[in-house]
Each structure stands twice: as structure tokens, then as C-alpha cells.
């Protein structure tokens, strides 16, 4: 015989998993108590939310599904902006909750929340397990669902007494069988030869690549595919670091917050290839105003024509469909174009110079990306930070990894330490402003307590900077509960974790301070000092 | 424009809130709805009636496939001819003189009678909608006192099932 908790601890051995973001409680200590025994690492997240952002860091720097643990009621409403998160960005997470007796189930008992419920619209698939011989299944399932098609979080919910009732046997299954999911990899052949004539007779075609083509893992072939083609690029906010940003074919994020340069090319277009691309209403605000044929290559089947009307639909594996399509297409004429566009980029001038009163931010992004390893991963948050950094910090072979969909501040740093985990000798450096940092800095223990050598850079202007920015703009200036009166000086807060911190003034200093960061061995918070009329493009 | 929709789900418990918890969500019309159990007691069809455009009804047909519960989803009113047809429960008022005419009603259009009292006549009737419409403009005049129908069943004509 064995328990519910045992066989639960047992499926997260037969799925590899290394390492859990938790927090404990009453209803889901059986299964701590068994984990604790395993090789399985536990991480102590100092609020359910980061937890699931922390796993969420580590899927995506790792490939794998990222694990977080909470108790029922709190523990588990807590993870659902985690959860909400995750699901608009499509990242694999297995969430597992602890829940009530099952036959308190409904009855408004301490602690209960019916979270499968509340989480419906945030997970791509939940469970509420009743009965003690599902559980191998529903955790093989579990990670099938979360890591195939396109990705996203699953939760599991285990009420007490089924961790505590007793299985005969465990038998993990091999293969998950479910009947209604199937997802489709192979593109189909027909579609990608009519892509292939379309753009082989286009003027001004244009590849814009989103979240879809980093988590096919399909960065090579985007590469291969525009070095064949000779096809400008772009991409989404979470399509960044898919192409090397000094690649001569790169142009830059489009979007509201993108480069103007880059959105021209998209007006202008005559084929556009979106590859992993939504189409959020952030990228492309007016869907109409795209006059191009659209080629949509996509794994999940519901976004092609959700947001944009699609000639050519191409449902399947980026990574496969793209090797496909890079056979099956001839060159493009379309170097005037390139020639033409890449004119354009180069003539237009960075914005910013650097200050000797504040650190001007955007150039610091630049001068920060010069000092950083090739494949280091750089966390952004949100808000203006996540600007700057967006369109400044230049990702070679590393990762840029930020809230896209939901634009859920307080995400930079458990993302960061997640991915610290997974990439411990890779550089990761999350960069928040002093809003969003205060939304997750409880997590600085977890750094403490881990003692990974996590580099923090706090953009602090004292304000909600993108807010304030639109009061600017559409408010007249009137700063409602914008201005963040009442912060703590953020050096000592960090220093009150035993982690070093500094205090930048200038750009000058910003670099030297920098450059200390990324040498030391230790955790490392750099607070910059920055002007709050800096614009966030 | 009106559209059906037959949907096969693994008969699991909170399905159904799935699916209308997704109509609702992404703000689909859900004109009619009617589940049961399939001749494989593991799954369950899930009729449809949805208003909406072709874009729209395109968009309701590939959400509902993706969620995990469900197998198929098919779209009767765009893949051929098919069979649908509802039920009606509806309570008449008719005091003994006019309970013949009633009958006679019910007898014309094929319907049948439940209950019966002194004052009220209870009429069972299955058809498609557009009957189910006449059969109420029919009973209207007498007075009817309550009404209760399900959502449209349907199922492809032909040989051919949704699943193959």
C-alpha cells in the first residue's frame, strides 16, 4: 500500500523534476512530508505568487515544466495571478494545491476555495482529485498538457484525505492518453509551398516573430530561415532574443512601446510571416491598418483569425514547419527592401545621452548590455523599465524574459531567481523599477536563503514612471497615486537581507557600480537613481 | 445568423461549466444548450445553439476544441443537412369545455397529452423549433399558465458520425 502524498512526491520523481516553489500549509503537508525525504529541492517562496512567477523563470530558462506548491484557500488564491501569468504568456507550469477533505467539499469550511473553479479562464487544463488511484494518471496527464501544443500552467488540486488514502500500487503510465488532445506538429506541406510562392514573389515581405517561435525552441531555424530568405525580422515583445539583436536582419519590438522603424516596416509590408505571434492589441493596436497578406504559422489553431485575418494559416511546430519552409523556399527578391529599411534603422539615432545628475536609463540598458556575457539571461518588469530595457539591452545569445500578456508587475525577480536556478553559471540579472520591486522584494530572502549570486537592478524615479507618463500625457499632469511618497531607501532594505547593495547617481557611476555587480560572486542590487520625466521610448 | 453545434465531451465532472464558463468569458450568445450522455457512457454531447457571425461561430468552434475535455466539436449548420428537434412541457389553461379543442390540437400537431385537471391540460411535444413556435401560438389564445422546453438536440443526416 501507499499514500496519495507518497505517489504524488513519486510522480514528480518520474517526471525529473529537480526542484519546487512552495509554501506550505495544514491541508498540504502529507506530500511536504514525503518530498522533504526525496532528492527534490524545495525553494520556500515568501508569497504563493512569486512562487508560480519563480517557476515560471525556471521553464523558461530551462525548458522544463517549473513546479509551485500552495495550501488550499489563501495559499492557492494567491497563486492565481502567478497562474493568470504564465497562461497568457504560454509557459508550462504544474501547480499543485492542497484542498479540504473532500467531504467538506462546498461546505465554506476554514481555508477552502474552490480553486479549480477559480482558475478555469487561467489554466490550460485543472484537476480536483477525489480519488487516490488518479493520481499517477492526473500527474502524468498533468505535464503532458503543460509542456505540449502550446504550452501553459495545469493545476492540480488534492483535497487531505486523498494525499492520506492508500493506493495499492504505484504505477506510473507511460504514455498520458487523452482522448480530446491531440495537438498538431507537422505543418501542413501544401500550405508551406503556397507560403513559400507567396513570399518568393513578395516586394517587401517581413517575418514577425513572437513568444510561439522561443518557446518552439526554434531560434536556429528563424535565423537560417531569414539568412536564406534575406527577409527582414522583427518581433513581439515576447518574441526578444530570438534573433541575435545586432543580427543585420533584425529590426527591433514593434508596438505600441516599439521601434518606429519597425512598426514603418509593418504598415509597409506586402507579406508578413507572423510566426508564434498573437497579434495582442499592445503589438498591433489596429489590426486593419496592416495591409499586407498574412502568413500565420501558429501551434495553437484558435489564434489564426482571433485577432487578424490570415491568408495562408500554417498550424503546427514552429521549429518543424520553419525546417520545412526554409527547404522549400528560393531566395527572395527582395534586397531593396532590406537595403532599403536597413538605411532607415542605421540613420536613426539611440535615444538618450548619458547624465551626470541621473542615470539616464536607456542608455544604461546599452552600456549594460556591452558588459554582459553573451547567453546571460536578463529578466524585465513592468512598467517603464521594461521599456528601456526592451529597447535597449541588446540579448545576444541569452534570454530576455518579461510579464508580455499580462503585464503583472513584481515579476523581474522571483522570474530571476527561477532562472538563476535552472541556469545557475549563466548570468541573470532581473531589472525592476522601484513600484514593481516593491511588489515582490519579500523574495529577496529566497535569494538570502539560497545564496545564488542573482544581480537585482532597481530603476528608482519615486514614481509609478508609466503611469505617470499617461497622466502626462492624457491627465493633464495631475499625478493621482502616481508619486510613491513613503519608500524606503531601498539600499538598506536589501542590506537588511544581507545582500550587498549600491546606490548609482549618475551613468558613470552606473557602470562602475555595474561592472562590480556582474564581477562580484555574490547577490547584487544596483538602485539607479533615475530623472521621472525620462519618457519610456 | 443561428448555428448548431455538436460538441463530444468526456463525460467528467465540470465539463459543463467549462464550456459555458468559456462562452461566457469570451463573450459568445449561447442561444440553447442541451447535454446528455452518448451511447459511450464515457462521453457526452454537448448541442449548441450559438447566434453570432461566421468569424465569431469559426472562434467558438476552435475554443471549444481546445479545451482538453472536449473531443470533437462539429458545426452542423456548415457541414450539411441535419436533424434537430427540442421538447416542450406546457401547462394550458382549458376548463372542461375547452379541453376537446385542445386535444384536438394536440392531436393535430402530434403532441401528447401528460396531465390532465379540471381547469389545466399538460402537453408534451417534441419538434423542431419552428413547430415548437406554432405550438405555442396555437395554445396562446387559450392562456398557458407554464412552459418549459430544452435546448435543441440534433444530429447529422446520413450514415456518417461526428467522430468518423
Known amino acids: ?537 | 445568423m443561428k448555428y448548431t453545434l455538436s460538441v463530444l465531451v468526456e463525460n467528467q465532472p465540470g465539463v459543463l461549466s467549462k464550456i459555458s464558463g468559456l462562452f461566457s468569458r469570451r463573450g459568445f450568445n449561447i442561444d440553447s444548450l442541451a447535454v446528455g450522455v452518448t451511447e459511450n457512457p464515457a462521453i457526452s454531447r454537448i448541442t449548441i445553439v450559438v447566434e453570432g457571425d461566421e468569424q465569431i461561430v469559426e472562434q467558438v468552434e476552435k475554443q471549444v476544441n481546445k479545451l482538453i475535455a472536449s473531443i470533437k466539436v462539429k458545426n452542423l449548420t456548415t457541414s450539411g443537412d441535419y436533424v434537430g428537434c427540442l421538447l416542450m412541457l406546457v401547462k394550458v389553461a382549458c376548463n372542461t369545455k375547452q379541453r376537446l379543442e385542445v386535444m384536438k390540437i394536440a392531436e393535430q400537431m402530434h403532441a401528447r397529452i401528460v396531465d390532465v385537471t379540471n381547469n389545466s391540460l399538460t402537453l408534451q411535444y417534441a419538434d423542431t423549433l419552428e413547430n415548437i413556435e406554432i405550438m405555442i401560438s396555437l395554445l396562446r389564445p387559450y392562456g398557458i399558465k407554464e412552459l418549459v422546453r430544452t435546448g435543441t438536440v440534433a444530429l447529422e443526416r446520413g450514415s456518417s458520425t461526428a467522430l468518423k
Open chain 1, 1 to 537: 500500500m501507499i499514500s496519495g502524498a507518497e505517489m504524488m512526491v513519486k510522480c514528480l520523481q518520474e517526471e525529473k523534476v529537480t526542484i519546487t516553489f512552495g509554501y506550505p500549509g495544514a491541508v498540504i503537508c502529507p506530500f511536504y512530508d514525503y518530498l522533504i525525504k526525496t532528492e527534490i529541492a524545495h525553494v520556500l517562496v515568501r508569497s504563493e505568487q512569486n512562487g508560480a512567477h519563480e517557476a515560471s523563470g525556471f521553464a523558461r530558462a530551462s525548458g522544463k515544466a517549473g513546479v509551485c506548491i500552495a495550501t488550499s484557500g489563501p495559499g492557492a488564491t494567491n497563486l492565481i495571478t502567478g497562474l493568470a501569468t504564465a497562461y497568457m504568456d504560454s509557459i508550462p507550469i504544474v501547480a499543485i494545491t492542497g484542498q479540504v477533505n473532500s467531504e467538506l467539499l462546498g461546505r465554506d469550511v476554514f481555508q477552502e476555495a474552490d480553486i479549480t473553479g477559480a482558475c478555469e479562464s487561467f489554466t490550460k487544463h485543472s484537476y480536483l482529485v477525489k480519488n487516490v488511484e488518479d493520481i499517477p494518471r492526473v500527474f502524468k496527464e498533468a505535464f503532458h498538457i503543460a509542456t505540449t501544443g502550446r504550452p501553459g500552467p495545469v493545476l492540480i488540486d488534492v483535497p487531505f484525505d486523498t494525499q492520506l488514502a492508500q493506493a495499492k500500487e504505484f504505477i506510473y503510465p507511460e504514455k498520458a492518453e487523452i482522448i480530446g488532445y491531440k495537438p498538431r506538429t507537422k505543418g501542413h506541406s501544401m500550405q508551406i509551398k503556397k507560403a513559400a510562392k507567396l513570399l518568393e514573389s513578395a516586394k517587401r515581405p517581413v517575418i514577425c516573430c513572437g513568444g510561439g517561435v522561443v518557446s518552439a525552441g526554434a531560434r536556429d531555424e528563424i535565423i537560417a530561415f531569414a539568412k536564406k530568405t534575406g527577409i527582414p525580422v522583427v518581433t513581439t515583445m515576447m518574441g526578444l532574443g530570438v534573433i541575435p539583436m545586432d543580427n543585420d536582419h533584425y529590426f527591433g519590438m514593434i508596438g505600441s512601446h516599439g521601434k518606429s522603424y519597425a512598426n514603418r516596416m509593418m504598415n509597409l509590408a506586402d507579406v508578413i510571416v507572423l510566426c508564434g505571434a498573437r497579434v495582442g492589441d499592445r503589438t498591433i493596436p489596429s489590426p486593419n491598418s496592416i495591409k499586407a497578406s498574412i502568413i500565420h504559422i501558429d501551434i495553437d489553431p484558435a489564434e489564426i483569425g482571433k485577432n487578424i485575418a490570415a491568408q495562408i494559416p500554417i498550424v503546427g511546430d514552429i521549429k518543424s514547419i520553419l525546417q520545412e519552409f526554409t527547404e522549400t523556399i528560393k531566395p527572395c527578391s527582395c534586397d531593396e527592401w532590406l537595403t532599403k529599411m536597413q538605411t532607415d534603422r542605421n540613420a536613426t539615432p539611440l535615444r538618450g545621452e548619458p547624465r551626470t545628475d541621473f542615470v539616464e536609463p536607456r542608455v544604461f540598458m546599452r552600456d549594460l548590455s556591452d558588459m554582459m556575457e553573451d547567453d546571460a539571461i536578463l529578466t524585465a518588469d513592468v512598467g517603464q523599465n521594461q521599456i528601456w530595457a526592451a529597447n535597449h539591452f541588446n540579448t545576444k545569445d541569452g534570454r530576455f524574459l518579461t510579464s508580455g500578456g499580462m503585464g503583472t508587475m513584481g515579476y523581474a525577480l522571483p522570474s530571476a531567481i527561477g532562472a538563476k536556478l535552472a541556469k545557475p553559471k549563466r548570468q541573470v540579472v532581473a531589472v525592476c523599477g522601484d513600484g514593481s520591486f516593491q511588489m515582490s522584494m519579500c523574495e529577496l530572502a529566497v535569494v538570502n536563503q539560497t545564496g545564488i549570486a542573482l544581480k537585482l537592478i532597481v530603476m528608482r524615479n519615486k514614481y509609478l514612471g508609466m503611469v505617470k507618463e499617461l497622466q502626462d500625457k492624457m491627465y493633464q499632469g495631475r499625478y493621482v497615486a502616481t508619486p510613491l511618497d513613503g519608500d524606503p531607501d531601498i539600499v538598506k532594505v536589501v542590506q537588511a537581507y544581507g545582500i550587498k547593495a549600491a546606490f548609482a547617481q549618475n551613468n558613470q557611476e552606473a557602470n562602475r557600480l555595474a561592472k562590480e555587480m556582474l564581477e562580484s560572486k555574490e547577490a547584487y542590487v544596483l538602485v539607479c537613481d533615475v530623472d521621472p520625466d525620462t519618457p519610456s521610448i
